[in-house]
C-alpha cells in the first residue's frame, strides 16, 4: 500500500487539512474561567453551577465573567455571519485574559476552537486572539478527565444511564470519548448503548423550526431507542440536544428524562441526590 | 397504500415533500434498512482508521491537484482521446449536450438506446429528450430499469431504486411486464436480464457515464457490478461516454486510490465486478468492441463552482453516496424529497451551480449540520462547511451581490432583523442581563405555543434564575469573581 501514498499536492489549491495531532493538555491551572453558554444560563443554570462546583471540588477558582452571553452559534448556523461575529467579537474579548476557557457544551467549545476562525478569517490581528482562545478552549468532560484528570468516588445508587454527544461535540471535541471514559470512573454507573447512538438528535439549532417535520422525525426516533436502551436516565453534556430530547420527551407525556451531564456527575460525588 | 401519492410527483418545496415521505411508513422502513447495511458494509470496508484516513487524504490531495490544473487537464485529455480515436465533444449546457447525442444517433439512423447508469445523462434528462425525437432510450442498469420501469426518477446515485423493495419490484415486474409474482430477488433480477439481453444486441447506440478519465492515457475508466456497462459500451456499433468535466484525473496512477475509495465507501467492495478501461474503437484487427466512441464532455455550471475557491470543492467528488447512505436527513425522506438529480448531502452542495439556488432555496437548511456526511466523504469535501457558505449566500440582500448563482432566494428584510435584534442583545452585556432578568421574571408568561418549535415539544419555560445569577451568588460567597 505504501506505494499509493505519493506526494500527491503539487499545485493543489485548497487541500483538506490533515489530521489533527492529539491535543497536547497542561498542567492543572489554579483559575478558569466558565464560558455557561445562553442555553443553560436561561434554561439549565443549576447544570451551569454544578460545572463549577466540579470545578471547585478540584481545587480551581472559577470566574464567570458577567459580560458574556452567547458563542455565536445560531446566526452562524443561519447564514448570518456578520451578526455571529459581533457577537463573537464581545465574547473574544471578554475571554481574553489568557485562562483555560471551560465549556458546559461541546458545540460551543467547539465554536471558539474551530469555527471563530472562519468567522475572522478576513481580520489577520483578531485572529491572533482567536488562535490564543481556541488554545484554551476545554469542554467540560475533556477538561476533568485530561486536565485535572480526576479519580472519583461514586456516592450514588447504582444506575443505568445512555449517553447522548451533540454531534459537533462529538467530530469537533470527541466528546463522545471524554465522557464515556468519565462515566467509566463511576462505580456504580452503568452506560448503556443505544440504537444509532452516533445518530443526530434533529436539533441542530435553527434547523429544529426550519424543518420541523424532518427534525421531529430525528428526534422522535432518537428519544424512543434512549427509551429501548433499558437505561434509567439519559445524559449529555449539551444543552442544545438537551432541551431537544427533554422537550420531544415532555411532549410524547413520556416519564423518561435526560439530564446535563454535569449535574448527574455532581449528584454521584456529592451524594445529594440520595434525599 | 395505493391511494398515497408518490413522493416523484409532489409539487411544492422540499419540506411539503418531505411530509409526505416521512409519513410513509415503507419508504422509512426501506430506507433505513437499505441505509444501516450500506454504512455497516462501509465500515466493514475501512477496518484500518489510519489506512483509512490517509486514503481520504490522498484522495483529497490528488483531486485537489487535478482541479488546479483543471482546463490544461481537460486539453491534454481531448488531445490524447482523439489520438486514441474517440471524437470529443463540449457541451456548455445539458440542452447543447442533448443536441450532440442526439446527432450522433441521427448520423447512423438509429432509433434505440442502450444506456448504462449514468447521473450526467440524468441531469440532461436525456431519456426524455430522446423520447420525444423517437428514439428509444432503454435502462441497461438493474435499478435504473425499475425506475424507468416505473416511471420515476432514481432516489439514490449509486441504487436508484433503493426506495422500493422486492415486494415492490415483484408487484411492478408482474403489472408492467405480465411475468408471474415472484419475490425471489434472483427470479426478478434474470426477469430484467431476459428483457435487456435482447436489447444490448438490438440497440444501435450504447451510453454511458463515466467515473475517471484519465488525461495522461486518453482512457475513460467505468466501474459497475452487473456486467451492463461492458455491454451497453461494447455491444452496439457506437459508444457514446456522458460525463462532467471534473472527472478529468491526471494519470492511471492517480486512478488507483480513488477507485479503492470509491468502492469501499459506496458499497463495501474492495472492488467492483467490472472495471471497464475505455482507450478507443475497434481496431482493425479486433473482433470487437465499437465501431465509433465519443466523449461528450458536460460544464452544466461546474465552470461557475470551479471560480470559486471554495465551492470549487464540491468537484472533488467521486459520486460514491456514502454522504447520502451516513445522512439522518436523507435516510428519512429519500431521494425524492430532494426534487433534483442529485440528492442527499452531495446534491444539495452540487445542484445550485446547475440549477441556480432560487430553484432549491430550502436545500441548504436541510441538514442539521450534524457533520456525517464530512467525516465519510471519500475525498474530503467538507460538506457541512459548504451548506453553511450556501446558507449565508441564500440570505443575501441583492445589494449584497450573492456569489452563488441566484443566490439571496432567502432573503428576508424581517428576518434579518430578528438577527440584527438578537446581535444587539447579544453583544450589549446590560441589554442582555435585562432580558434574562425578564425572562426568568416572566417565566409563567412563556406561551404555550412558539411556532414550529411546539410541533414536536412543549414549550422550554425560563428557569427560575439564570446562571448569572446563581453564579453571581456562589461565587461571591466562596470568595471568586
Same mark, same amino acid.
Given at each position: ?17 490533515? $489530521? ?40 480551581? $477558582? ?117 465522557? $464515556? ?26 434547523? !429544529? ?5 424532518? !427534525? ?60 | ?36 447495511? %450500506? ?13 483509512? @484516513? ?40 445539458? @440542452? ?41 432510450? %432503454? ?77 495522461? =492515457? ?13 455491454? #451497453? ?46 482507450? +478507443? ?5 479486433? %473482433? ?46 429519500? +431521494?425524492? =424529497? ?28 436541510? #441538514? ?24 449565508? @449566500? ?45 425572562? =426568568? ?25 439564570? %446562571? ?10 466562596? +470568595? +471568586?469573581?
Amino acid at each position: 500500500m505504501s506505494e499509493l501514498f505519493y506526494d500527491a499536492a503539487p499545485n493543489a489549491t485548497r487541500v483538506a487539512p490533515g $489530521r489533527p495531532k492529539p491535543r497536547q493538555y497542561p498542567a492543572k491551572p489554579r483559575e478558569v474561567i466558565l464560558f455557561g453558554t445562553c442555553v443553560v444560563d436561561l434554561f439549565f443554570p443549576e447544570a451551569g453551577l454544578d460545572a463549577i462546583r466540579l470545578l471547585e471540588r478540584e481545587g480551581i $477558582r472559577v470566574h464567570f465573567p458577567e459580560g458574556q452571553s452567547c458563542c455565536g452559534q445560531p446566526a452562524w448556523t443561519s447564514g448570518y455571519a456578520a451578526e455571529a461575529r459581533e457577537v463573537a467579537r464581545v465574547q473574544l474579548a471578554i475571554l481574553e485574559s489568557g485562562m483555560p476557557v471551560v465549556v458546559p457544551s461541546g458545540s460551543c467549545a467547539g465554536m471558539f476552537r474551530q469555527h471563530y476562525r472562519e468567522l475572522f478569517a478576513e481580520e489577520p490581528d483578531t485572529l491572533k486572539r482567536v488562535e490564543s482562545l481556541a488554545e484554551r478552549t476545554f469542554e467540560l468532560t475533556e477538561f476533568l478527565l485530561n486536565v485535572c484528570r480526576v479519580e472519583w468516588q461514586d456516592l450514588g445508587e447504582p444506575i443505568r444511564v445512555a449517553l447522548h454527544t451533540s454531534c459537533s461535540a462529538r467530530r469537533e471535541m470527541n466528546t463522545h470519548l471524554h465522557a $464515556r471514559e468519565l462515566l467509566g470512573k463511576l462505580a456504580r454507573v452503568e452506560r448503556v448503548d443505544h440504537d444509532h447512538e452516533s445518530e443526530c438528535c434533529g436539533f441542530g439549532g435553527t434547523f !429544529s423550526v426550519r424543518m420541523p417535520e424532518v !427534525s421531529g422525525a430525528m428526534v422522535k426516533d432518537k428519544t424512543g431507542s434512549l427509551m429501548a436502551s433499558g437505561a434509567d436516565e439519559m445524559v449529555t453534556a449539551d444543552g442544545g440536544c438537551l432541551m431537544n430530547i427533554n422537550g420531544s420527551l415532555d411532549k410524547q407525556q413520556q416519564a423518561f428524562r435526560g439530564r446535563h451531564l454535569a449535574s448527574f456527575l455532581w449528584e454521584r460525588l456529592s451524594g445529594e441526590g440520595k434525599a | 397504500m395505493s391511494q398515497r401519492i408518490p413522493v416523484t410527483e409532489l409539487t411544492g418545496g422540499f419540506r411539503d415533500r418531505a411530509e409526505v415521505a416521512l409519513a410513509d411508513g415503507q419508504l422509512r422502513t426501506n430506507f433505513r434498512t437499505a441505509m444501516d447495511s %450500506l454504512m455497516k458494509k462501509r465500515a466493514d470496508a475501512f477496518p484500518d482508521e489510519e489506512e483509512r @484516513e490517509g486514503l481520504r487524504e490522498l484522495g483529497n490531495r490528488i483531486k485537489a491537484r487535478a482541479l488546479s490544473r483543471l482546463p490544461d487537464l481537460l486539453e491534454q485529455l481531448e488531445a490524447k482521446l482523439t489520438d486514441n480515436g474517440v471524437q470529443v465533444h463540449w457541451a456548455e449546457t445539458t @440542452e447543447q449536450a442533448n443536441e450532440i447525442v442526439h446527432g450522433i444517433i441521427q448520423a447512423r439512423q438509429g432509433t434505440q438506446v442502450v444506456k448504462g447508469k449514468s447521473m450526467v445523462s440524468e441531469e440532461m434528462e436525456m431519456n426524455d429528450y430522446l423520447a420525444e425525437r423517437g428514439v428509444e432510450c %432503454l435502462e441497461s442498469d438493474m435499478g435504473e430499469y425499475i425506475v424507468q420501469l416505473d416511471g420515476e426518477k432514481p432516489s439514490h446515485i449509486i441504487m436508484p431504486a433503493i426506495h422500493k423493495n422486492r415486494y415492490q419490484v415483484a408487484r411492478l415486474f408482474h403489472d408492467k411486464l405480465g411475468v408471474d409474482e415472484t419475490d425471489d430477488v434472483n427470479e426478478l433480477i434474470q426477469i430484467g436480464r431476459r428483457t435487456l439481453r435482447r436489447k444490448f444486441m438490438e440497440a444501435d447506440v450504447g451510453v454511458s457515464g463515466v467515473n475517471f478519465a484519465i488525461a495522461e =492515457t486518453g482512457t475513460l475508466l467505468l466501474v459497475e457490478n452487473e456486467g451492463n456497462g461492458r455491454m #451497453s459500451t461494447t455491444a452496439p456499433p457506437v459508444h457514446v461516454a456522458v460525463t462532467g468535466i471534473e472527472k478529468v484525473v491526471e494519470n492511471l496512477r492517480d486512478v488507483v486510490p480513488l477507485l479503492s475509495l470509491l468502492t469501499r465507501s459506496a458499497l463495501g467492495q474492495p472492488i467492483t465486478t467490472y472495471v471497464n478501461l475505455i482507450s +478507443g474503437p475497434r481496431k482493425a484487427d479486433e %473482433l470487437d468492441g465499437p465501431e465509433e466512441v465519443h466523449l461528450v464532455l458536460l460544464d452544466n455550471g461546474r465552470s461557475g463552482a470551479f471560480a470559486d475557491a471554495q465551492m470549487r470543492q464540491t468537484l472533488n467528488c467521486i459520486r460514491c453516496g456514502a454522504c447520502m447512505n451516513h445522512c439522518p436527513v436523507y435516510t428519512r425522506v429519500g +431521494g425524492h =424529497t430532494y426534487g433534483e438529480v442529485y440528492p442527499g448531502p452531495i446534491g444539495k452542495i452540487v445542484t445550485p451551480h446547475m440549477v441556480g439556488l432560487h430553484q432549491v432555496p430550502d436545500h441548504p437548511s436541510a #441538514s442539521s449540520l450534524c457533520g456525517a456526511c464530512g467525516e465519510v466523504c471519500p475525498v474530503k469535501i467538507p460538506i457541512p462547511e459548504l451548506l453553511q457558505r450556501l446558507r449565508q @449566500e441564500n440570505v443575501k440582500s441583492p445589494a449584497e451581490g450573492p456569489k452563488v448563482k441566484d443566490g439571496g432566494a432567502k432573503y428576508s428584510r424581517k428576518e434579518r432583523l430578528i438577527w440584527r435584534f438578537w446581535r444587539t442583545l447579544n453583544s450589549t452585556p446590560a441589554l442582555y442581563r435585562l432580558f434574562l432578568w425578564g425572562a =426568568t421574571r416572566f417565566r409563567k408568561l412563556t406561551p404555550k405555543h412558539v411556532g414550529p418549535w411546539t410541533q414536536n415539544h412543549t414549550a422550554p419555560v425560563p428557569a427560575k434564575r439564570s %446562571l448569572h445569577d446563581l453564579a453571581r451568588e456562589h461565587l461571591a460567597r466562596n +470568595g +471568586g469573581q
